[in-house]
C-alpha cells in the first residue's frame, strides 16, 4: 500500500458560501506518525478533519493509502473507510443503543461472531480506554461527559484500524484520565503500527505523544512539522502558545530533552 | 489468509490475523485435535486484538502457551491486563401475561402524568393571568403563523373536497325523492357541526402535536430545556403556552374556513349535477344554517385546540434522552391526539343531544 505517507492533503481549499476556511492547505501524514492539528478556534481544524473523512466537500486532492478520495469510487470509500476509526468532538455516541451496542456497531456489521465473542472483545476495548465493565449496559445519557468521550474512542478503536481520527479526545477528560488516554494511544501507536491524526488543545497531551504536527491559521497551514520545528516558526500565536503562561510545560518538556 | 497448522500438540499460526478472518480463525481452532499445548504466532504477519482476545481465552481454556515475537508479546500483554472474566448475561425469557402488565401499568402511569401534566399547566395559567408578560405575544404570533396561516392551503383543499363528495353521495338519493334543496341542509349541517371542527382538529394533530412533540423531544435531548431553566425562565411559558394559545386562537378561524370551503364545494355540486343555482342554495343555505348550528360545531374547536397542543407538548416532555424515543413520541402523540379528538367528539355529541342542543 502505496509508500510511507498515508494521508496527503495537496492543494486544499474549503469554503462555506462565502466564507474561506481553507486556501492552498498542504499536509502530509507518514505511517506511524501521531499527527497533531492545531490552531485557534474556529481555524478549520474539525472542517480539515472531516475533509479527510470525506464528509466535506472541497476543492483539492487528499489522498489517503494511496487513493484518491475525491476520484474514488464509492466500493474504494468503503474500503478505506474501513481502516479509519474516527472519533468527534463531540463523541456523538448512538443515543438510542446502550455503550456496548454503540462499540460493537462496526464489528457485528463487518463479521459474523458469536455474541459471547464480541461482548469479549467490546469488553476488552472498554477497560483499554478505561471505563468499567457496567457501562456496557447504560444509555449514553446516563454517562458522564468524560466517559462518553471514552466510549467514543473505544468505538473508534473497535476494528484496529490503521488509520485513528480524533477530535479533542482529551477534551472534558480529568488529568489522570487524559494522561491514560496518552498512554493508550501511544501503545496502540507502537504496537498495532496505528497511525494517529488529531486535533487538539490540550498541551500536555500535545507534548505527550506527538510526533508530527501542523498549525493551523490564517486560513493555510502556518507551520509543519515535529512539534521541535513548530516551535522555532516566527509566528505570534504559535510564539503564544508556547512561550505564554500555558506553555511552561513546553519549556519544562524542552529541557528535559536537551539534557539527553 | 490465515492458515492454521497443526503438529501434534502445537498449533502454528500464520498469515493475516484480524477481526475479519476472526471467525474462520475461531472455527478451525475450535475443530482442532486436542490437546493442545502451544500455539504459536511467531511468524505471524499481523494481528489485531480482537484476535488476540480469542487467542488468549482459547490458551486458557487449554492451557497452552502463547509463543510470539517481542511487540506481540507487548501488545499481548496489554490484552490480558484488560480482559475479565465476563459472565454470561442473564436471559430473560418470553413472559406473555409479565408483559402485558407492564404495558398497562406503563399506560396507567402515563396518564397519570399526563394529568400532572394538565394540573401544573393550569396553575401556571393561573399565575400567568396576574402576569400578562408572561404570554409573549412574539412567540405567540410566530406559531399562528406556522400552525394556522401555513396549514390554510391544505384545510381549504380538502373541506373542499369534502363537500365536493358528500354532495355528490348524497345528491344521488335525493334526485330519486326529487328532494334536490335538501342537499343544502345535508352539506352545511354535517359539515358545520361535525366534518369541519373534524378535519381541522384531525389534520393540526397530524401536523402541529407532532411537530411540538418532536421540537420539545429535541430540546430535551440537546439539554436546552435546562438551559431555559437555568436562566430563570420557566419551559412552560416559552414553549407550551405559546402554543396552547396561538392553537386556540388558529383553530376556530381554520374550522371556520373549513366550513366555508366545503360548504361552497358542496354547492359547486349542487350546481352542477342537480341544477341549483347558487343563488337558490344561499336561500336555502340562510334558512337551514342557523347560528346556534354553526357554534355548536365551532364551540368545539377551542377543546380540540387545547387538547392537540397539551398532548403534544406532554409528549414533547415524556421523551427520554435518545433519538428513538422522540421518534416512537412523536408517534403516540400524533395517534393520541387523533384519538382525544375522536373521543372529545363523541362526548360532545352525547351532552349536546341531552342538553337537546
Ligand atoms: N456547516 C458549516 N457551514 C458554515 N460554516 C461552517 C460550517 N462548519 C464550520 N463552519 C465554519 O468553519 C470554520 C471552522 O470550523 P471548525 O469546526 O473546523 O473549527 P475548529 O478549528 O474545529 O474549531 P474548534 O477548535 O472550536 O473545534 C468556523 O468559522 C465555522 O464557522
Ligand atoms: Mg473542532
Known amino acids: 500500500m502505496g509508500g510511507n505517507i498515508v ?30 492539528i492545531i490552531g485557534k478556534s474556529g481555524s478549520g481544524k474539525s472542517t480539515l478533519l472531516r475533509a479527510m473523512l470525506m464528509l466535506q466537500k472541497f476543492e483539492g486532492s487528499i489522498i489517503i493509502l494511496g487513493t484518491d478520495v475525491r476520484t474514488s469510487s464509492d466500493e474504494q470509500k468503503s474500503i478505506i473507510r474501513k481502516q479509519c476509526g474516527v472519533m468527534f468532538q463531540a463523541a456523538s455516541l448512538f443515543t438510542s443503543l446502550t455503550i456496548g451496542e454503540n462499540i460493537a456497531v462496526s ?33 449514553p445519557s446516563e454517562l458522564s461527559g468524560g466517559m462518553k468521550k471514552k466510549a467514543a474512542l473505544a468505538r473508534a478503536l473497535i476494528l484496529d484500524p490503521q488509520l485513528l481520527f480524533l477530535d479533542e479526545p482529551t477534551s472534558g477528560l480529568d488529568p489522570v484520565s487524559a494522561e491514560d488516554f496518552d498512554k493508550t494511544i501511544r501503545q496502540l501507536n507502537k504496537l498495532l503500527g496505528i497511525t494517529v491524526v488529531m486535533v487538539t488543545h490540550d498541551l500536555d497531551s500535545f507534548f505527550n505523544v506527538t510526533t508530527r504536527c501542523c498549525v493551523l491559521g490564517d486560513k493555510k ?40 | 489468509m490465515i492458515e492454521v497448522k497443526q503438529d501434534n500438540d502445537i498449533v502454528i499460526i500464520e498469515g493475516k490475523a484480524t477481526y475479519s478472518e ?39 481454556r487449554y492451557a497452552a502457551n502463547i509463543n510470539c515475537s517481542k511487540n506481540d508479546k507487548k501488545l499481548l500483554e496489554i490484552v490480558k491486563s484488560n480482559l475479565k472474566e465476563t459472565t454470561p448475561k442473564k ?9 402485558i402488565g407492564v404495558a398497562a401499568y406503563r399506560k396507567l ?21 396576574t402576569h400578562p408578560k408572561l404570554f409573549r405575544v412574539k412567540a405567540i404570533v410566530n406559531d399562528i403563523e406556522k400552525m394556522g396561516l401555513n396549514a390554510v392551503p391544505i384545510i381549504t ?27 343544502v341542509d345535508l352539506v352545511s349541517i354535517s359539515i358545520t357541526r361535525e366534518l369541519g371542527p373534524l378535519i381541522v382538529a384531525i389534520l393540526l394533530a397530524g401536523r402541529s402535536a407532532s411537530s411540538y412533540t418532536a421540537q420539545i423531544g429535541i430540546m430535551k435531548v440537546t439539554e436546552e430545556i435546562d438551559v431555559i431553566k437555568t436562566m430563570g425562565l420557566h419551559p412552560f411559558d416559552v414553549l407550551v403556552f405559546p402554543k396552547i394559545i396561538s392553537m386556540i ?28 343555482t347558487y343563488y337558490d342554495f344561499y336561500l336555502r343555505l340562510s334558512n337551514v344554517l342557523t347560528l346556534h348550528t354553526f357554534l355548536s360545531g365551532l364551540i368545539k374547536a377551542p377543546v380540540f385546540a387545547f387538547v392537540i397542543a397539551v398532548i403534544g407538548c406532554f409528549k414533547g416532555f415524556r421523551t427520554s434522552k435518545n433519538v428513538e424515543s422522540i421518534g416512537e413520541n412523536v408517534t403516540i402523540s400524533v395517534v393520541d391526539g387523533i384519538f382525544a379528538v375522536i373521543v372529545i367528539d363523541a362526548i360532545f355529541s352525547v351532552v349536546f343531544r341531552w342538553a337537546g342542543i
Request: glycine share 6%; aromatic share 12%; with cysteine.
Open chain 1, 7 to 36: 494521508i496527503e492533503v495537496k492543494n486544499l481549499n474549503i469554503s462555506f458560501k462565502r466564507k474561506t476556511i481553507h486556501k492552498n492547505v498542504n499536509i502530509s501524514v507518514n505511517r506511524g506518525d501521531i499527527y497533531s
Open chain 1, 107 to 139: 464489528l457485528n456489521e463487518n463479521v459474523k461472531l458469536p455474541k459471547r465473542m464480541v461482548e469479549d472483545i467490546v469488553k476488552f476495548k472498554l477497560s483499554l480506554v478505561g471505563l468499567e465493565d457496567d457501562v456496557y449496559y447504560l444509555y
Open chain 1, 221 to 260: 497551514v502556518l507551520a509543519e512539522g515535529t512539534p521541535f520545528d513548530i516551535i522555532k516558526t516566527e509566528d505570534e500565536w504559535i510564539k503564544k502558545i508556547f512561550f505564554g503562561e500555558r506553555g511552561i510545560k513546553f519549556q519544562k518538556w524542552n529541557q528535559k530533552r536537551d539534557s539527553y
Open chain 2, 22 to 60: 476472526l471467525p474462520k480463525l475461531m472455527d478451525k481452532l475450535n475443530n482442532l485435535s486436542k490437546p493442545v499445548k502451544t500455539i504459536d504466532i511467531t511468524n505471524i504477519k499481523k494481528i489485531d486484538t480482537s484476535c488476540l482476545i480469542f487467542l488468549l481465552q482459547f490458551a486458557k
Open chain 2, 91 to 99: 436471559t430473560y425469557h418470553d413472559k406473555f401475561f409479565y408483559n
Open chain 2, 109 to 129: 402511569i402515563e396518564l397519570y402524568l399526563f394529568f400532572g401534566f394538565l394540573g401544573e399547566i393550569f396553575i401556571h395559567f393561573a399565575k400567568a393571568l
Open chain 2, 157 to 183: 383543499i380538502l373541506s373542499l373536497l369534502i363537500g365536493v363528495v358528500m354532495a355528490y353521495q348524497g345528491s344521488i338519493k335525493l334526485k330519486e325523492f326529487g328532494a334536490n334543496i335538501f342537499i
Open chain 2, 249 to 276: 386562537i388558529s383553530l376556530p378561524l381554520l374550522v371556520i374556513l373549513a366550513d366555508i370551503a366545503g360548504i361552497f364545494g358542496g354547492a359547486i355540486v349542487a350546481n352542477l349535477s342537480l341544477g341549483i
